[in-house]
């Protein structure tokens, strides 16, 4: 029952095989075994068991409230939640309880879904590899995996399996590894640079940006207003479509959400043929040599993800449809142009952490700025604090016009880029989510978080400059045993298209289902207690 | 706001001395020592009078002052500017503060609908260009009572710019002419106020109120001023202007309208002088004495070699004088970016209107401008026009909060000519209050008492210096009403002329003397035998009664 999907569980709900309190029961089971994935930063078994026994009783009374009543869910911990803690991964929110939820998660609430709890991430989502929370690393589930494993005994110079296990990417790592990891159905990310879709590809999962503007974002503690997006991870395109027909829509809270009233819910059809679908794909995709730095294919991408790139090019033009070059000339400006965008930003948004109203306060009362700057001090990490520095450096009267307006005009630039590959009558891009598989932690952090940031980042934060729909779907294993994902990209509040091309590709591509029962011997119990044939179903 | 001490002419004041008629010119002061020297110096020069300003011996340097504004007027709504949480004046602190003016993690500014609105009206009102597309922006700096770290305004495109305000300066000898004088209003901004900070010294430690995040309006002015008196007839208009359009309360005492000043002082034809900022001027009468004290300070300063510092001042009530405000050393680097989480705010107009747009979507600028209530200064030309009085005296009228209405409720019920009203109100009723340092809305007489007296005047059931005891009476607060003192008192005029005849008589043969001068042309002794006459009637007969009675029977 933990390896179906939403959907699958959902009609199981509703067919009585299983009851919500059985459910969030075998879910927190789950966490508990999994802890030391780190995905989790706080569970909300109480809250989450409650909310079990409301759903059981609407089941009970034929009274469901849909698709998403009595499905344990997570949430990234940098959204708000009413009376459950909330940091951020961050000393600054240690201890800090929001009075309120955010619009998000209010929405999957009335629609019934268990709060299973508050996953892990990089302080203040500042990162992409979830490692740098005050908190600790996530561990991808996958490092763990039959697949993973397999190949690395194959490999003789395989070291000490404990301390060599995977990073999930990030920021929205906790969230990952939580869906990964069977703990529950879907779970909210945000994502400002890639920090849903990142996440997804390393942990296999469906990793869904939907449209700037579509997404409440009331309650989304901010990196970036201006680029922030809840983001859905799932473990196929279904479930993402189906939580997003429940999130989608204005808030009056949010002034940047739109008012045209959304379609819903998301039901998204099969198609049967893609031969009226014209898929982009940035030049140079099969230039392997010369020029690779410009747009998107750079250096180090792995031969295995332009391997999986191309056929997946190929897949579409062999079923019909229509595949052509497109150029993105300013792409190429999109990392350094985020770096001064968000660094701003984040100055701008965090001058509120001041140690006066909530979170932390350092035990020095000299003055009110000596209490500020060691509050500060004590409750943000070299990198957040890194970034304020940066970001006031850029807003300052002196080089707010060399740095922030031409950013913006960057920023411009790289949307008209978009906009442009539209027009010329392409329907979705495809590109690759990351430049390879997951890392081994160890070898991650011999990059500061910076340069990993800005590495990561660069198939997926040119599209969060422009604001549009973006998901990351698992394609197929590596080499190593661990998943790919590449991404597609689609027209501004065509997030339902985007979706639909993405299902059609899912089902092309019969991504493996991961294998835990290794890892989980001790609590195979629960897994074989629940039909493992479903867990490897598709293998 | 009542404002007794009000004055809106440039009449003479310790050393500054403001010249009507082109700008103004300032004297060089008298070396002054300390700040007590220079506040006691205040009562030595005062009675100076303007004209003596113009007189400068040869070689001295003439000082021409420049002073321009910002004033912060709370807008008057029912909830703050980005948050749906209560506005009112003196709640408990803290008791209405939403999560967004507490500033916790993830909320957002809404824009309330009614600020906006009360600006574009503020704009229209201002003559001001209103602009269709504006932006807000976060405005940085750390302070207790911002709990953001930022405040929402709208540095690089407001609201509405390029307007102006026209006020009136009292000039001529008796300060009876009103001169009309422009000030170019540069933009109107919408931005958030912050918390209040109350330093509690003793325990030393600083109190947040976060009830104050609401709305302003940020109206500044060009340096087109010249003096305190200037700038401060300038502010007395703008407020008036808000409290007719009901955009803002104004009420300096409550801090819903406060004002900087921006003040430098250069010789005619140099460039500017440096200008320093002086704030905390929380009453129209401290902001023209502050703008007055600063003038001087700077000339003396740099008539004594000094030099003038870009800073900011705060002015002083109690020693009359304007500090240099250590906490704002420094320069100060806002770091200003766009508010990421507003959008464009979009304004129409008639033809720009989109066909179905959602009226509680929109904003139009051309249906607002069709409700706009009158400005003060059509009523004043109203006023005028239909009753005759003298500019200045609807000056008066407008700028005595209630005193207008007072006027109105008057005239409506009296039968007694325009012309008397304003007389009544204005010297009368006015100088009773100013006596007690009274507001109209303090007064122990009703516009239907003064009607009432008026009337018995104007029918002449009494004499003039009968209505002015009655008048006493009545601000006696007994609750007697005007006829009622009238009859206790007798004050009723003698009607009968038999009568009044036969105590004419009696005064003639009781006073041979006088009536010998009458007779012998003496001018003066008629007047005399008609007070004597009119003692005898205790004041209630009509002198010009009784000198036609005497007149007849002395045969003239």
């Known amino acids: 029952m933990l390896g179906r999907s939403l959907r699958e569980v959902s009609a199981a709900l509703k067919q009585g095989q299983i009851t919500p309190t059985e459910l969030c029961q075998k879910c927190l089971s789950l966490i508990k075994k999994t802890k030391f994935l780190n995905a989790y930063i706080t569970v909300s078994e109480e809250v989450a068991l409650k909310q079990a026994e409301e759903s059981e009783k609407r089941y009970k009374n034929g009274q469901s409230l849909g698709d998403l009543d009595g499905i344990p869910i997570a949430v990234k911990d940098n959204f708000s939640t009413s009376g459950i803690e909330t940091t951020c991964a961050s000393n600054m929110l240690k201890g800090y309880i929001p009075p309120y939820n955010a619009t998000v998660v209010q929405k999957l609430l009335d629609q019934g879904a268990l709060l299973m709890g508050k996953t892990n991430l990089d302080e203040f989502a500042m990162g992409s590899g979830s490692t740098d929370g005050v908190f600790g690393p996530v561990k991808n589930p996958w490092s763990y995996s039959k697949q993973y494993r397999e190949k690395r005994k194959q490999n003789p110079h395989s070291e000490n399996e404990d301390s060599d296990w995977l990073i999930t990417g990030g920021s929205s790592g906790g969230s990952a590894a939580a869906v990964s990891a069977f703990t529950c159905y879907a779970a909210l990310g945000s994502d400002t640079g890639g920090s849903t879709r990142n996440p997804a590809a390393h942990c296999g999962l469906v990793g869904f940006k939907p449209s700037y503007g579509l997404v409440s974002r009331h309650g989304l503690i901010p990196l970036v207003n201006s680029m922030d997006v809840p983001g859905i991870l799932t473990r196929c395109v279904d479930d993402a479509a189906i939580v997003l027909g429940a999130l989608a829509g204005p808030d009056p809270r949010d002034s940047t959400t739109v008012h ?94 001041d140690g006066l109203q909530y979170g932390h306060r350092c035990d020095i009362d000299v003055s009110t700025e000596a209490m500020y700057a060691a509050t500060r001090r004590e409750g943000f990490n070299d990198v957040v604090r890194g970034r304020i520095l940066s970001g006031n ?35 979705v891009l495809l590109t690759p989510t990351t430049l390879s598989e997951a890392v081994p932690y160890l070898e991650f952090i011999k990059e500061d978080n910076r340069t990993r940031s800005a590495q990561d980042d660069i198939f997926t934060q040119a599209v969060n400059m422009a604001g549009l729909p973006a998901v990351s779907i698992p394609v197929a294993l590596s080499n190593q045993g661990l998943p790919i994902g590449l991404q597609f990209i689609g027209r501004a509040f065509c997030d339902q298209q985007l979706l639909t091309v993405a299902k059609w590709f899912e089902k092309q591509v019969q991504f493996p289902v991961i294998q835990l029962q290794e890892l989980m011997d001790d609590c195979s119990a629960v897994l074989e207690n629940e039909k493992l044939a479903s867990v490897s179903l598709k293998q | 706001m009542a404002a007794p001490m009000l004055r809106w002419g440039c009449r003479g004041r310790r050393w500054a001395f403001a010249r009507v ?43 021409a002052a420049v002073v321009g504004l910002e004033i912060h007027a709370q807008i008057s709504s029912n909830s703050k500017l980005f948050s749906g949480s209560q506005v009112r004046f003196s709640a408990p602190p803290n008791s209405l503060v939403s999560f967004f003016d507490a500033s916790l993690p993830g909320t957002l500014p809404v824009l309330n609908r009614r600020c906006v609105e009360a600006a574009v009206m503020t704009g229209l009102a201002l003559n001001c260009h209103i602009n269709k597309k504006s932006l807000f922006d976060r405005k940085h700096y750390f302070y207790a009572d911002l ?10 495109l407001p609201i509405a710019v390029n307007g102006s305000l026209i006020y009136g300066v009292c000039a001529g000898k008796k300060q009876s002419q009103v001169i009309p004088k422009t000030v170019r209003i540069k933009q109107i901004q919408l931005e958030q106020d912050s918390g209040k900070s109350l330093h509690d010294n003793l325990r030393s430690q600083t109190l947040i109120d976060l009830n104050r995040a609401v709305g302003l309006l940020e109206v500044v002015l060009e340096p087109d001023m010249s003096c305190g008196e200037e700038a401060a007839t300038a502010v007395r208009e703008l407020q008036l202007i808000l409290q007719a359009l009901g955009t803002s309360q104004a009420n300096m005492a409550e801090g819903q309208l406060r004002v900087d000043a921006n003040i430098s002082v250069h010789h005619p034809g140099e460039p500017l002088g440096v200008r320093t900022e002086v704030k905390n001027l929380n009453s129209i009468r ?25 800073e900011t001042r705060s002015f002083h009530h109690k020693l009359g004088c304007t500090m240099s405000m250590r906490d704002k050393e420094g320069k100060q680097d806002y770091r200003f970016m766009p508010e990421p989480n507003l959008p464009p705010l979009v304004l129409y107009d008639a033809t720009s209107l989109p066909a179905g747009a959602d009226p509680q979507q929109v904003i139009n600028i051309d249906q607002i401008r069709e409700t706009l209530p009158e400005l003060p200064s059509v009523t004043r030309e109203k006023l005028v026009q239909q009753y005759g009085m003298l500019l ?13 209405e007072f006027f109105q409720n008057v005239i409506k019920e009296t039968r007694a000519e325009p012309k008397k009203v304003t007389s009544w109100v204005l010297n009368t009723f006015l100088g009773y209050l100013k006596q007690q340092n009274l507001a109209v809305s303090e007064s122990p007489v009703t516009p239907s008492a003064l009607a009432e007296l008026l009337d018995l005047l104007d029918s002449r059931t009494i004499s003039s210096s009968a209505a002015k005891q009655v008048f006493e009476e009545l601000w006696k607060r007994e609750g007697k009403t005007p006829g009622q003192i009238v009859s206790e008192k007798q004050l009723e005029l003698m009607q009968d002329q038999g009568a009044l005849e036969q105590l004419c008589h009696s005064v003639m043969e009781a006073h041979p003397q006088v009536v010998m001068d009458v007779k012998n042309r003496n001018p003066r002794a008629i007047n005399k035998l008609i007070g004597l006459v009119r003692k005898a009637t205790q004041s209630r007969a009509d002198p010009v009664m009784i000198k036609e009675i005497l007149e007849k029977k002395l045969s003239l």
């Open chain 1, 260 to 353: 045209e009233p959304i379609n819903k819910p998301f039901m998204l059809p099969s198609l049967a043929d893609v031969s009226k679908l014209c898929i982009g794909i940035p030049k140079f995709q099969f230039c392997i040599l010369t020029f690779c730095y410009k747009e998107y294919l750079v250096p180090e991408l792995s031969s295995e993800v332009q391997s999986l790139w191309s056929k997946a090019a190929d897949l579409f033009e062999s079923e019909g449809a229509k595949v052509i070059e497109v150029s993105l000339p300013h792409t190429s400006y999109s990392i350094v142009c985020y770096h001064v965008l968000c660094t701003s930003e984040v100055a701008s948004n965090m001058a509120r952490f």
């Open chain 2, 392 to 404: 200045e005296h609807s000056f008066t009228l407008l700028n005595e909060v209630g005193l207008l």
């Open chain 2, 147 to 156: 709990p953001a770290g930022y405040q929402i305004t709208q540095q690089r």
């Open chain 2, 21 to 63: 008629d082109g700008g103004s010119c300032h004297r060089r002061g008298a070396p002054t020592g300390s700040t007590s020297n220079q506040i006691r110096g205040e009562s030595s020069v005062a009675q100076q009078p303007l004209h003596t300003a113009q007189k400068t011996r040869k070689g001295e340097h003439k000082w």
């Open chain 1, 393 to 427: 450096f850029f807003l300052l009267k002196e080089n707010y016009e060399n740095y922030f307006v031409k950013a913006q005009k960057v920023r411009r630039l790289i949307a008209n880029d978009f906009v442009n590959a539209f027009n010329s009558g392409v329907d």
């Open chain 2, 286 to 310: 401290f902001l023209a004495k502050a703008i007055d004290y600063e003038i001087q300070r700077q000339i003396n300063e740099l008539e004594n070699g000094g030099e003038i510092l870009n």
